[in-house]
């Protein structure tokens, strides 16, 4: 009994999915040439979970990233999302915009861009302040968008939202209101996000692919693994050759490697509250943890060949926790 009416019915679902959703497309690509210039090396910083008005520790992280900044010469920061606790801004308004970054990052190294995600708190406000150009007016460095391509040269980073992946947010009634304006529905954000991820993968031709999101894919931390990024985003990573998984989510500094490919799961996610307690066991191989403060620090060089990453843990004391490097031979690129 095919009647047409469940076809009309269908159409029209489909036309109002299409209305809502943003359809896939490429994702908005910055250039960001490394200041150097001989080289064309690049340095930068990499921070999460941090805004508190700098109480637990902020501060005193904020101090030493001002500190590693300036020794390497940084070209910018990346923040892995969390920017401001508990719930996010309130609006483009919000004095913790201020409180929480602009008057804690103070050091004349920071004054670079910050290339910024959301996390899961920054959800739970008004999550467009954050991506709105507005703020730049009240500091220039702040660069958040959802998805997007930064192209420094040696180096492509690809920033994801993942906080949309993880389906407790939208089904756990216990849970806190998460701001879904430009997001919902789910499955189709989803499929928009990894499609315009891979298409930006298969294009780039930099030497190191570096992606970043809020959650883990690996973490030995409280939250652990993120289930919805193993399924849909890691094998898209694997796939495209991916060298770094940078995230935050879990309040700590951890290093992972992956045991069948080369990609290095790595959590900076110490940039204020920390000291959860709590270490499980992974399936990949665990190179490093710490479940205190600190910030990674990482730089990136492709001339003279072969070409070389080398990162390192810091912690609020201006210790280096924990060093990694890699030189990849030119066939590799
Ligand atoms: C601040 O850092 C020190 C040194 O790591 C640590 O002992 C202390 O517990 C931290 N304070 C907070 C509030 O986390």
Redesign the pocket.
């Known amino acids: 009994m095919a009647a047409p009416a469940p076809v009309a019915l269908l159409l029209l679902t489909a036309a109002a999915v299409a209305a809502v959703a943003p359809a896939a497309a490429e994702l908005p690509r910055l250039e960001h040439h490394p200041h150097r210039g001989d080289d064309g090396s690049v340095s930068l910083l990499v921070v999460g979970d941090w805004g508190r008005h700098g109480a ?2 902020q501060s ?1 992280v904020a101090a030493q990233m001002g500190v590693v900044g300036e020794k390497m010469d940084i070209d910018f920061v990346i923040s892995t999302g969390d920017n401001f606790y508990k719930n996010g801004l309130t609006g483009v308004d919000d004095k913790a915009f201020e409180e929480s970054f602009t008057d804690i990052y103070t050091a004349k190294s920071l004054h670079k861009p910050w290339y910024t995600v959301l996390g899961n708190h920054d959800y739970r406000g008004d999550a467009l302040a954050q991506l709105s150009p507005v703020l730049r007016k009240v500091d220039s460095r702040w660069i958040c968008i959802r998805s997007f391509v930064v192209s420094a040269e040696v180096s492509d980073f690809f920033f994801v939202d993942t906080t949309p992946f993880v389906l407790k947010y939208w089904t756990d009634p216990k849970n806190s209101k998460y701001d879904w304006r430009g997001v919902s529905p789910r499955e189709t954000y989803i499929a928009n996000v990894l499609e315009d991820l891979e298409e930006a993968l298969k294009q780039s031709t930099a030497t190191w692919k570096i992606v970043v999101g809020h959650h883990a894919i690996r973490s030995v931390s409280e939250h652990g693994d993120t289930q919805e990024l193993l399924q849909h985003l890691l094998p898209i990573l694997k796939a495209h050759g991916v060298d770094l998984y940078l995230n935050g989510h879990d309040h700590c500094l951890e290093h992972i490697s992956s045991r069948d490919s080369p990609l290095q799961y790595l959590t900076s996610g110490g940039g204020s ?3 959860r307690g709590v270490q499980t066991a992974n399936a990949d191989k665990v190179e490093f943890f710490y479940d ?2 600190g910030f990674m620090s990482l730089r990136l060089a492709a001339a003279p060949a072969p070409a070389e990453a080398s990162l390192a843990f810091h ?3 201006g210790n280096v926790l924990h060093t990694w490097a890699l030189a990849k031979p030119a066939a590799r690129y």
């Open positions: 637990y520790n005193m509250k920390a000291w205190g403060q912690d609020v004391a």
